[in-house]
């Protein structure tokens, strides 16, 4: 895929040969395939998904997430007014991922269903309205880091609430507090069965470690996004130098705690508390009841790792020029800066898509 343009780059207004261009540039294949993301999203469309809807919706996250320049970049693109029964179901789907996809329930996918969506296309849906919000995040980090004022969302950043239902959908045990534990997934959409993938679309499953996943099969129904989303991942959490991996999987567990995200929160502290050694810490993360602040107890530095992670994750994004000076106070560099920034605005992606898609079950 041959790429004339960094999107973000552009309405982020970073300027050539700064200390944030360079650590761009060191993280190179998460710029590159954030950028091959959008590229995918909104370079071909199906009939039954056009383009004209997927620059309206993207629009419309934008503007939830108080993203002006990149609502007005969407708002460039060819749209279509927000009308007919499947661009209002569409609409409401965007809208419940945008604000609280921990309430998101299979009766949502079923209505998406019921308007005339396939699974395909849904995943699809899901998977802009995840990515615009990432992608809404990212930039106000990348503007926050280049010295432009941005928009604050005025909610707390806080702990959020899990749902108490005791049983999922087709009925295994659902988890009822946030944990370390291991916890599984199923989906609420049929993942694609694995012989239903070509020889190369199998290998690239393989690659990736995806061929047993009923999660990754499910967004495999569209393979080349999930195959930028995956190496956009990669891009952010497994490379060398900056911030260190454990901090990383530290924000990517305080997204998913203000997302409310149980099953991402369980991934990602374990991993934390495992490269970290701080286990009491993050068990004390994880532990913090809804509507509590989760920097509450930490040291001084992952306190302020945490508020920043924690404000970035809001709905809309809270972080504040005053935090950024504040990681800037105890040591941290623009590379380990931006790896904080990418860590916790991917986590707007991941959860979700986990949270909207189908449940945890211990």
Known sequence: MTRTKDLLDELAEIKSASALAEARALRGAATE????????????????????WRAALARQVALWHQAPQL????????????????????LAHAETLTFTPAAATQGDLHALREAGWSVQDIVTLSQLVAFVSFQSRLLTGLRLLAGHSVPRG??????????????????QPAPQAFTQRELHWE???????????????????????????????LLAR??????????????????????????????????????????CASVHARKASQLSKQTDDVARLIATPPGQALETGQSDRWQKIIAFSAALSTTPPNASP??????????????????????SAF????????????????
Not at 242 to 248: D, S, T, W
Request: glycine residues 6%.
């Open 222 to 263: 569209n393979l080349p996004l999930l195959e930028q989303r995956t190496l956009t991942d990669k891009g952010i959490f497994y490379t060398s130098g900056g911030l260190p991996r454990a901090e990383r999987e530290l924000a990517a567990a305080v997204a998913s705690k203000v997302n409310g995200c149980i099953y």
């Open 347 to 362: 986590f707007a992606w991941a959860n979700r898509l986990m949270l909207t898609l189908g449940e945890p079950f211990e």
């Open 322 to 343: 005053r935090q950024l000076d504040a990681l800037r106070e105890i040591g941290l560099d623009e590379l380990q800066l931006l790896d904080l920034v990418q860590s």
């Open 33 to 52: 395939h954030t950028q091959g993301s959008h590229e995918i999203l909104f370079s071909s469309a199906s009939k039954s998904f056009p383009l004209s």
């Open 71 to 90: 609502a007005n970049y969407y708002a460039s693109l060819p749209s279509q007014p927000a009308e007919g029964a499947g661009l209002q179901a569409a």
């Open 154 to 171: 005025s909610h707390d950043a806080v702990a959020a609430v899990w749902r108490s239902e005791p049983r999922t959908a087709t009925g």
């Open 187 to 217: 989906p609420w959409l049929a993942a694609k069965p694995l012989d239903e993938f070509n020889a190369l679309e199998q290998a690239t499953l393989a690659k990736f470690g995806h061929a047993d996943s009923d999660y990754f099969r």
